[in-house]
């Protein structure tokens, strides 16, 4: 009797269970009509799609860039960009010099020890210097040696030509982000710190050039700014820049109490020698931000850790004066302001996502070609949920190319949990709707996700 009593008690349970959730699903499926996330959009074009198609540079830069290209005659331009861009994509963060320090002394600390098994009679002053003179051929032969970029006309020319268009096409990806979820943000005044060639001038003008009143460009190297400026006139002294009100500075305004609307850095955190001052930017620039500021940085592991280290720079760094009250928010990509996960699992790797573009047309480029970066967007605002989202959903990051097959689409998501989850999303159980967005998504868009209370039959049987 008491093992059929078990028994009996088990299929109960499951029979529950599997009529939990089915009524959970069937009801996510006929409470989910199209105004719920929606919005009134077909599914090709639902709210979380932020993906743009294959990018072209604005035909005044393009042209400007061609010109500049010929008249400075660069020998073997094309293997110097390539050169150069294989050099930006493998560069890392200079090591600090704490970390330095603590790795000669392990090694200076395991040589001695090495040394004293060996000998018994030694001459200390002569075995220091040697372990001394090992110590530093061993830092030298595994150190990272970082170097900044100095630029010269010559190099300024070669990086336009390295990166001209793939910097143009993750900043432009970036700022559609701004301009998708929030199309009632109008920016008139823009501070774009590294500005570079310009990229950030130019993609924001194709964004929001009825509004923009301002846009002030700082770089510390001259000839970067000059070049930037010969493409903004096309290339011809005598002509009237293409975006107006655009000025160049090598250095930061002054005042804290001056802000801007949309502040940009592309990738310009890894020309910062050390923390410390990758720490202080971001907080200057969090004091000139009225509303958002956007970082970009190559998708490498380097990048997307210098990103993840701003963001806890601006999520938990408390100012001892505070010019502007409201607290730093994450608007993008991250759904949440938790720990990263993917710097939570092993292998680590880094968040990234991507856009395809057409190139400088150069010998050996292929038609088109595909950046890979990593990019944060912070906010002057409380994050809250949207009130037309439903209960029980939240809109998560997709992070790896969607998998379409036959009636079911593997997604690989980031969401509002800080949790990384794998979802095979169908018509039967998560709605019609919930498909055929996941089927219209792709990797850097966001999906609706129906979050499932789960029934745990073994806790009821214990």
């Not at 078990?6 to 029979?15: M, N, T, W």
């Not at 105004?35 to 743009?52: C, I, T, Y």
């Not at 001394?132 to 595994?142: F, G, I, Y």
Request: hydrophobic fraction near 40%; proline fraction near 6%.
């Amino acid at each position: 009797m008491a093992t059929r009593s078990y028994g009996a008690r088990v299929l109960c349970l499951r029979a529950a269970a599997v009529k939990i959730t089915f009524r959970s699903v069937s009801t996510s499926a006929d409470t989910q009509p199209k105004a719920d996330f929606l919005k009134g959009e077909p599914h090709r074009k639902h709210p979380g799609l932020s993906n743009l198609k294959t990018l072209r540079l604005p035909e005044e830069l393009q042209v400007a860039a061609n010109s500049i290209i010929q008249s400075a005659r660069v020998p073997q331009l094309a293997e110097l960009s390539q050169k150069l861009t294989n050099f930006l994509w493998s560069r890392k963060r200079p090591v600090e010099d704490g970390a330095l320090r603590q790795k000669a002394r392990s090694l200076e600390k395991a040589l001695w020890e090495n040394a004293m098994q060996k000998a018994e009679d030694i001459d200390e002053q002569a075995l220091e210097d040697s372990i001394k003179r090992k110590v530093l051929t061993e830092l030298k032969r595994t150190t990272y040696h970082w170097t900044p970029l100095r630029f010269d006309d010559e190099l300024a020319v070669v990086y336009m030509a390295a990166r001209l268009a793939g910097g143009y096409a993750a900043v432009k990806r970036a700022l559609h982000e701004i301009k998708k979820a929030d199309p009632s943000f109008a920016p008139q005044f823009l501070l774009d710190f590294g500005s570079g060639l310009g990229t950030v001038a130019w993609a924001s003008h194709s964004c929001w050039g009825d509004s923009l009143k301002e846009i002030i460009c700082v770089d510390s190297s001259a000839p970067m700014n000059i070049l930037a400026e010969r493409l903004l006139r096309g290339d011809d002294e005598l002509a009237q820049p293409h975006i107006k009100q655009v000025y160049f500075r090598q250095f930061l305004p002054v005042s804290p109490k001056v802000q801007f609307d949309l502040v940009t850095a592309a990738f310009t955190l890894s020309e910062l020698p050390n923390a410390k001052e990758r720490e202080e930017a971001m907080m200057t620039l969090w004091r000139k931000t009225s509303s958002y500021l956007v970082l970009v940085e190559n998708g490498t592991m380097e990048g997307h850790q210098m990103l993840m280290e701003a963001r806890d720079t601006l999520l938990q760094k408390q100012e001892k004066v505070l010019h502007d009250p409201r607290p730093a928010a994450v608007f993008a990509p991250c759904p949440h302001e938790l720990m990263c996960p993917k710097l939570a699992r092993q292998p680590v790797t880094p968040c990234n996502f991507q856009q395809r573009y057409h190139p400088l047309p150069l010998p050996g480029r292929n038609e088109c070609q595909t950046e890979k970066f990593s990019y944060l967007i912070l906010r002057r605002a409380e994050r809250v949920k949207a009130e037309s989202e439903p209960e029980g959903l939240s809109w998560a990051r997709l992070v790896a190319p969607v998998l379409r097959r036959t009636r079911h689409v593997h997604c690989h998501v980031c969401c509002s949990d800080g949790q990384l989850q794998h979802q095979v999303v169908t018509a039967r159980k998560h709605s019609r709707d919930m498909y055929r967005c996941a089927r219209n998504s792709d990797w850097g868009d966001k999906l609706p996700i129906i979050q499932k209370v789960e029934e745990d039959v073994q806790n009821d049987l214990e």
